[in-house]
């Protein structure tokens, strides 16, 4: 049977959505692997490759890694520091929005003020790294 890893790399983000609903399912199915660093790595591996495509708003890979807080958190910061992108900011923001510890809310905050700075990245990732960062 394919890992969860090998369903994800499968599936290609395409102009008409029909990507949506295969993460859908891919994430339903695979609710006993959410709390798998092996899986945090590849779902963070896929939000970064695909960082512009409509994946969800915030959409079902942000949900699956959501439902296994805080495993996932050393791994959104790892891809933070990689690679910011939109849904990797409003993750880290949704974190901060509630009661995380005082080390791992500074660690994200540090993220977000060094996205907001990046010259690797675009000036929409940018912005929201800048107006995540000023709610907290």
Same mark, same amino acid.
């Given at each position: 049977m394919p890992t969860f890893s090998d369903r994800l790399i499968k599936i290609e983000p395409d102009e008409q959505g029909h990507h949506l609903s295969k993460l859908y399912e891919l994430t339903e199915d695979s609710r006993?692997? $959410? &709390?798998?660093?092996?899986?945090?790595? &590849?779902?963070? $591996?896929?939000?970064?490759?695909?960082?512009? &495509?409509d994946l969800g708003t915030p959409g079902s890979l942000v949900h699956f890694l959501e439902s296994a807080y805080p495993s996932y958190t050393d791994e959104l910061l790892a891809s933070l520091a990689r690679r910011p992108t939109e849904l990797t900011l409003w993750m880290a923001n949704r974190i901060l929005n509630g009661k995380p510890t +005082? $080390? +791992?809310?500074a660690d994200l905050t540090r993220a977000l003020r060094e996205a907001g700075v990046r010259c690797d990245v675009s000036e929409a990732v940018r912005k929201s790294a800048i107006h995540f960062l000023s709610l907290h």
């Open positions: 006993s692997v $959410a &709390a798998d660093q092996v899986t945090h790595r &590849a779902v963070f $591996a896929y939000l970064e490759r695909h960082h512009d &495509a +005082l $080390a +791992l809310r």
